[in-house]
């Protein structure tokens, strides 16, 4: 037979904390147990431990609104001014607005199109796009050239003096054209040019021609004469047939006399050509003591 201790046995303070086996499963019936009041001085770490099983307070994020004032808090959707979203039986909603381009229907929400002149922009299946030839002029920040609205011809385009008749208002192709007059000018590769053998007399002012235009200049030659040469070749070929009869042959200061052929004595000469030089020929050779002179243009 088991021997028993009965509570009423058991002296106040008898049982220490050591005697206890904590891993046990107490029963205090309808008995209350009591403990001695938590203080900031004996009770700091199971304050601690408590604190941290606590769960950090909640924040709201973009979109979420918190509201602390009430038991227990609310979170909620913090929609804006105007908003595009709502309630609707407590659940959130597409706002949905007809003066504002949106309407609902049985297969889901749509875009309605404003009536408009032109109808600018249109739907079908595959989306909104905008119509053939539907923007106007009035919709462009920029409806003209020139002055003009688009869609409409430019001021009329007429020729001058020295271009040819055409006219041209930007309604369709047109070329211009140089009006030339006479046979002084002509239409080259790269522009306008003065015609092959166009420029006459008439073309060219008096004195207009200076010395540095031209491709001839006065020539005067003095030879040495040796008593038995009779030809002399001149430094410069006259090559133009009019140009070598001007040639003049001076001897002694004298003016010597030009013949076709034959010529006779010194007093007397012949001018040729034979294609590369021009030559004075004698009918005699000029004295050694002559002094001889050739004045010509090349």
Same mark, same amino acid.
């Given at each position: 037979?088991?021997?028993?201790?009965?509570?009423?046995?058991?002296?106040?303070?008898?049982?220490?904390?050591?005697?206890?086996?904590?891993?046990?499963?107490?029963?205090?019936?309808?008995?209350?147990?009591?403990?001695?009041?938590?203080?900031?001085?004996?009770?700091?770490?199971?304050?601690?431990?408590?604190?941290?099983?606590?769960?950090?307070?909640?924040?709201?994020?973009?979109?979420?609104?918190?509201?602390?004032?009430?038991?227990?808090?609310?979170?909620?959707?913090?929609?804006?001014?105007?908003?595009?979203?709502?309630?609707?039986?407590?659940?959130?909603?597409?706002?949905?607005?007809?003066?504002?381009?949106?309407?609902?229907?049985?297969?889901?929400?749509?875009?309605?199109?404003?009536?408009?002149?032109?109808?600018?922009?249109?739907?079908?299946?595959?989306?909104?796009?905008?119509?053939?030839?539907?923007?106007?002029?009035?919709?462009?920040?920029?409806?003209?050239?020139?002055?003009?609205?688009?869609?409409?011809?430019?001021?009329?385009?007429?020729?001058?003096?020295?271009?040819?008749?055409?006219?041209?208002?930007?309604?369709?192709?047109?070329?211009?054209?140089?009006?030339?007059?006479?046979?002084?000018? %002509?239409? &080259?590769?790269?522009?306008?040019?003065?015609? !092959? *053998? @166009?420029?006459?007399?008439?073309?060219?002012? +008096? $004195? #207009?021609?200076?010395?540095?235009?031209?491709?001839?200049?006065?020539?005067?030659?003095?030879?040495?004469?040796?008593?038995?040469?009779?030809?002399?070749?001149?430094?410069?070929?006259?090559?133009?047939?009019?140009?070598?009869?001007?040639?003049?042959?001076?001897?002694?200061?004298?003016?010597?006399?030009?013949?076709?052929?034959? %010529?006779? &004595?010194?007093?007397?000469?012949?001018?040729? !050509? *034979? @294609?590369?030089?021009?030559?004075?020929?004698? +009918? $005699? #050779?000029?004295?050694?003591?002559?002094?001889?002179?050739?004045?010509?243009?090349?």
């Amino acid at each position: 037979m088991a021997i028993q201790i009965r509570t009423d046995q058991v002296q106040n303070n008898a049982i220490t904390a050591g005697k206890i086996d904590l891993t046990g499963t107490f029963d205090f019936g309808s008995g209350t147990l009591q403990a001695g009041t938590p203080s900031n001085t004996t009770d700091v770490a199971n304050k601690a431990y408590v604190d941290s099983q606590l769960p950090d307070a909640f924040s709201g994020g973009d979109g979420i609104a918190i509201a602390t004032g009430s038991d227990p808090d609310v979170i909620s959707v913090d929609l804006a001014t105007d908003p595009g979203l709502q309630f609707s039986s407590n659940k959130l909603d597409l706002k949905l607005e007809a003066n504002k381009g949106l309407i609902k229907g049985a297969s889901g929400v749509s875009v309605k199109l404003k009536t408009e002149t032109g109808g600018t922009i249109s739907v079908d299946s595959g989306g909104l796009y905008i119509a053939n030839s539907a923007i106007g002029n009035a919709k462009l920040a920029n409806s003209t050239i020139s002055g003009k609205a688009l869609g409409a011809n430019l001021d009329s385009l007429t020729d001058g003096n020295g271009i040819a008749d055409f006219t041209f208002n930007g309604s369709g192709a047109a070329s211009i054209a140089i009006d030339l007059d006479g046979a002084t000018l %002509a239409v &080259g590769g790269s522009g306008i040019k003065i015609a !092959d *053998n @166009g420029v006459g007399s008439g073309q060219i002012a +008096g $004195a #207009a021609v200076g010395f540095a235009a031209m491709a001839f200049k006065p020539k005067r030659e003095t030879v040495t004469t040796n008593g038995s040469t009779t030809a002399f070749a001149l430094l410069n070929r006259v090559a133009d047939a009019d140009w070598r009869k001007q040639i003049m042959v001076f001897r002694n200061g004298l003016l010597v006399e030009e013949v076709a052929s034959g %010529a006779s &004595g010194s007093d007397q000469y012949v001018v040729s !050509d *034979n @294609g590369s030089a021009t030559t004075i020929t004698f +009918g $005699a #050779a000029p004295a050694t003591a002559d002094n001889v002179r050739f004045m010509y243009v090349a």
